[in-house]
Protein backbone atom coordinates (compact mmCIF):
# COMPACT_ATOMS: atom_id res chain seq x y z
CA UNK A 1 0.00 0.00 0.00
CA UNK A 2 1.24 3.30 -0.72
CA UNK A 3 1.76 5.61 1.78
CA UNK A 4 0.26 9.15 1.61
CA UNK A 5 1.30 10.93 4.82
CA UNK A 6 4.33 10.32 7.08
CA UNK A 7 5.32 11.17 10.48
CA UNK A 8 9.09 13.09 10.55
CA UNK A 9 9.03 13.33 14.00
CA UNK A 10 8.11 13.41 17.75
CA UNK A 11 8.43 15.21 20.43
CA UNK A 12 6.84 16.18 23.69
CA UNK A 13 7.49 19.15 25.50
CA UNK A 14 5.99 22.79 26.65
CA UNK A 15 6.56 24.01 23.44
CA UNK A 16 5.89 28.18 24.73
CA UNK A 17 6.66 29.60 21.45
CA UNK A 18 3.08 28.07 20.45
CA UNK A 19 0.72 28.86 23.41
CA UNK A 20 -0.29 32.65 22.08
CA UNK A 21 -1.54 30.26 19.38
CA UNK A 22 -4.43 28.88 21.05
CA UNK A 23 -5.69 30.77 23.90
CA UNK A 24 -7.40 27.27 24.95
CA UNK A 25 -3.94 25.63 25.90
CA UNK A 26 -3.41 25.27 29.64
CA UNK A 27 -0.51 27.60 30.88
CA UNK A 28 2.86 25.58 30.98
CA UNK A 29 0.60 22.25 29.62
CA UNK A 30 2.85 19.36 28.15
CA UNK A 31 1.53 18.79 24.91
CA UNK A 32 2.79 16.36 22.06
CA UNK A 33 4.31 17.75 18.71
CA UNK A 34 4.11 15.55 15.33
CA UNK A 35 6.32 16.90 12.47
CA UNK A 36 3.81 15.42 9.60
CA UNK A 37 4.48 15.20 5.30
CA UNK A 38 2.16 14.49 2.60
CA UNK A 39 4.07 12.13 -0.02
CA UNK A 40 3.37 14.23 -3.33
CA UNK A 41 2.56 12.51 -5.72
CA UNK A 42 1.45 9.82 -3.62
CA UNK A 43 -1.12 11.71 -2.03
CA UNK A 44 -3.17 12.35 -5.95
CA UNK A 45 -3.73 9.01 -5.75
CA UNK A 46 -5.53 9.15 -1.91
CA UNK A 47 -8.77 9.68 -3.86
CA UNK A 48 -10.80 8.89 -1.22
CA UNK A 49 -13.02 11.34 0.34
CA UNK A 50 -12.86 13.42 3.21
CA UNK A 51 -16.83 13.06 4.34
CA UNK A 52 -16.69 9.23 4.07
CA UNK A 53 -13.44 8.52 5.83
CA UNK A 54 -15.06 10.96 8.82
CA UNK A 55 -18.16 9.03 8.48
CA UNK A 56 -15.94 5.49 9.71
CA UNK A 57 -13.90 7.69 11.74
CA UNK A 58 -17.10 8.13 13.86
CA UNK A 59 -17.52 4.55 14.24
CA UNK A 60 -14.45 4.11 16.03
CA UNK A 61 -14.16 7.50 17.72
CA UNK A 62 -17.59 8.85 18.07
CA UNK A 63 -16.56 11.73 20.25
CA UNK A 64 -15.10 13.48 17.48
CA UNK A 65 -18.13 15.03 16.68
CA UNK A 66 -18.74 16.68 20.25
CA UNK A 67 -15.25 18.57 19.09
CA UNK A 68 -15.18 22.36 19.47
CA UNK A 69 -13.09 23.46 16.09
CA UNK A 70 -12.78 27.17 15.62
CA UNK A 71 -12.62 26.46 11.99
CA UNK A 72 -15.91 24.24 11.83
CA UNK A 73 -13.89 21.40 9.92
CA UNK A 74 -15.53 18.40 11.67
CA UNK A 75 -19.12 20.14 11.03
CA UNK A 76 -18.43 20.27 7.41
CA UNK A 77 -17.17 17.17 7.03
CA UNK A 78 -20.14 15.31 8.40
CA UNK A 79 -22.44 17.63 6.66
CA UNK A 80 -20.45 17.18 3.62
CA UNK A 81 -19.65 20.66 2.66
CA UNK A 82 -16.09 20.10 1.90
CA UNK A 83 -16.40 17.34 -0.46
CA UNK A 84 -14.52 18.80 -3.52
CA UNK A 85 -11.25 20.46 -3.32
CA UNK A 86 -9.94 22.89 -6.17
CA UNK A 87 -6.49 22.78 -4.62
CA UNK A 88 -4.36 19.83 -3.38
CA UNK A 89 -3.63 22.14 -0.48
CA UNK A 90 -6.69 23.12 0.96
CA UNK A 91 -7.13 18.96 1.33
CA UNK A 92 -3.75 18.19 2.88
CA UNK A 93 -4.06 21.15 5.23
CA UNK A 94 -7.71 19.64 5.93
CA UNK A 95 -6.37 16.42 6.71
CA UNK A 96 -3.51 17.35 8.91
CA UNK A 97 -5.73 19.27 10.59
CA UNK A 98 -8.26 15.92 10.79
CA UNK A 99 -5.43 14.67 12.30
CA UNK A 100 -4.53 16.83 15.08
CA UNK A 101 -8.44 15.96 16.56
CA UNK A 102 -7.77 12.31 16.23
CA UNK A 103 -5.22 12.50 18.00
CA UNK A 104 -6.93 15.07 20.82
CA UNK A 105 -9.71 12.16 20.56
CA UNK A 106 -7.52 9.11 21.53
CA UNK A 107 -5.44 10.66 23.86
CA UNK A 108 -8.41 12.25 25.94
CA UNK A 109 -10.56 8.50 25.59
CA UNK A 110 -6.62 7.14 26.81
CA UNK A 111 -5.96 9.21 30.17
CA UNK A 112 -9.32 10.09 30.64
CA UNK A 113 -9.00 14.33 30.71
CA UNK A 114 -12.00 15.79 29.65
CA UNK A 115 -10.30 18.98 27.88
CA UNK A 116 -7.64 18.94 25.52
CA UNK A 117 -6.44 21.55 22.79
CA UNK A 118 -4.39 21.61 19.78
CA UNK A 119 -3.10 23.74 16.90
CA UNK A 120 -1.95 22.59 13.24
CA UNK A 121 0.52 25.00 11.17
CA UNK A 122 1.13 24.57 7.80
CA UNK A 123 4.73 25.50 6.38
CA UNK A 124 5.40 27.81 4.04
CA UNK A 125 8.23 25.74 2.86
CA UNK A 126 7.90 23.17 1.56
CA UNK A 127 3.99 23.02 1.12
CA UNK A 128 3.11 19.78 2.27
CA UNK A 129 5.07 19.95 5.92
CA UNK A 130 2.35 20.71 8.94
CA UNK A 131 3.39 20.91 12.83
CA UNK A 132 0.67 19.43 15.00
CA UNK A 133 0.63 20.31 18.54
CA UNK A 134 -1.45 18.29 21.01
CA UNK A 135 -2.13 18.93 24.89
CA UNK A 136 -1.00 15.28 26.36
CA UNK A 137 0.37 14.70 30.31
CA UNK A 138 1.96 11.27 29.20
CA UNK A 139 4.45 11.10 26.52
CA UNK A 140 3.58 7.77 25.82
CA UNK A 141 0.38 8.32 25.08
CA UNK A 142 1.28 10.91 22.58
CA UNK A 143 3.51 9.09 20.58
CA UNK A 144 0.61 6.13 20.52
CA UNK A 145 -2.00 8.38 19.33
CA UNK A 146 0.15 10.04 16.55
CA UNK A 147 0.93 6.71 15.45
CA UNK A 148 -2.22 4.91 15.55
CA UNK A 149 -3.88 8.33 13.74
CA UNK A 150 -1.38 7.90 10.67
CA UNK A 151 -2.03 4.72 10.44
CA UNK A 152 -5.41 4.60 10.10
CA UNK A 153 -5.90 7.87 7.91
CA UNK A 154 -3.12 6.06 5.66
CA UNK A 155 -6.10 3.00 5.84
CA UNK A 156 -8.93 4.99 5.09
CA UNK A 157 -7.26 7.46 2.72
CA UNK A 158 -6.12 4.29 0.76
CA UNK A 159 -10.07 3.68 0.89
CA UNK A 160 -9.82 0.97 2.95
CA UNK A 161 -12.26 -0.10 5.59
CA UNK A 162 -11.49 -0.31 9.16
CA UNK A 163 -10.02 -3.48 10.85
CA UNK A 164 -11.45 -4.71 14.02
CA UNK A 165 -8.00 -4.79 14.88
CA UNK A 166 -7.98 -0.80 16.31
CA UNK A 167 -11.37 -1.48 18.17
CA UNK A 168 -9.43 -4.04 19.93
CA UNK A 169 -6.33 -2.06 20.10
CA UNK A 170 -8.30 1.25 21.44
CA UNK A 171 -10.00 -1.02 23.88
CA UNK A 172 -6.38 -2.69 25.08
CA UNK A 173 -4.57 0.44 25.45
CA UNK A 174 -6.98 1.74 27.28
CA UNK A 175 -7.25 -0.79 30.09
CA UNK A 176 -3.16 -1.13 29.87
CA UNK A 177 -3.27 2.92 30.83
CA UNK A 178 -5.68 2.46 33.87
CA UNK A 179 -3.88 -0.88 35.39
CA UNK A 180 -0.44 -0.59 34.81
CA UNK A 181 0.14 -3.08 37.74
CA UNK A 182 -0.84 -5.66 34.51
CA UNK A 183 2.59 -4.64 33.27
CA UNK A 184 4.58 -4.22 36.44
CA UNK A 185 4.10 -7.76 37.18
CA UNK A 186 4.76 -9.40 33.86
CA UNK A 187 8.19 -10.00 32.91
CA UNK A 188 7.76 -11.06 29.62
CA UNK A 189 4.97 -11.00 26.65
CA UNK A 190 3.61 -14.81 26.69
CA UNK A 191 1.79 -14.16 30.24
CA UNK A 192 0.43 -10.41 30.01
CA UNK A 193 -1.10 -11.83 26.32
CA UNK A 194 -2.75 -14.93 28.32
CA UNK A 195 -4.34 -12.06 31.13
CA UNK A 196 -5.86 -10.11 28.20
CA UNK A 197 -7.06 -12.86 26.52
CA UNK A 198 -8.78 -14.27 29.33
CA UNK A 199 -10.05 -10.45 30.60
CA UNK A 200 -11.10 -10.31 27.28
CA UNK A 201 -12.26 -13.55 25.65
CA UNK A 202 -9.66 -13.12 22.76
CA UNK A 203 -7.46 -15.85 21.31
CA UNK A 204 -3.86 -15.57 23.02
CA UNK A 205 -2.61 -15.34 19.24
CA UNK A 206 -4.96 -12.22 18.69
CA UNK A 207 -3.38 -10.80 22.17
CA UNK A 208 -0.10 -11.10 21.17
CA UNK A 209 -0.42 -9.97 17.91
CA UNK A 210 -2.41 -6.78 19.55
CA UNK A 211 0.75 -6.25 21.79
CA UNK A 212 3.03 -6.34 19.40
CA UNK A 213 1.29 -3.45 17.54
CA UNK A 214 1.13 -1.35 20.84
CA UNK A 215 5.01 -2.05 20.72
CA UNK A 216 4.95 -0.71 17.04
CA UNK A 217 3.22 2.48 18.22
CA UNK A 218 5.91 3.42 21.00
CA UNK A 219 3.48 2.18 24.08
CA UNK A 220 5.39 -0.72 25.31
CA UNK A 221 8.71 -1.67 24.67
CA UNK A 222 9.53 -5.35 24.12
CA UNK A 223 13.15 -5.00 23.76
CA UNK A 224 13.60 -5.48 27.41
CA UNK A 225 10.95 -7.22 29.99
CA UNK A 226 7.59 -5.60 29.97
CA UNK A 227 8.33 -4.66 33.83
CA UNK A 228 9.69 -1.12 34.38
ZN1 LIG B 1 -10.17 22.06 14.63
Redesign the pocket.
Known amino acids: MNDFLEIKEISYGEFPEISDLNPRFKPRGKKVKVVLDFLVPEIKKANAALPSIFMKLTKLLPSLER????????EDLKYHKKYRYTHQLEKITDIA?LM??IIIDLQSKITGVDSCS?I?CGYKNPYYRFDLFVECKDKKVGVFSALFAADLLKRLLGNKNLSTRYFGLLELVKYLYKDKSLLKRATELKPVASQISSKFGWKKSYSLSLLRKLADFGFLSLERPLAT
Do not use: R, S, V, Y
Request: proline share 0%; glycine share 16%; aromatic share 0%.
Open positions: HQCGEHLLHEHGT
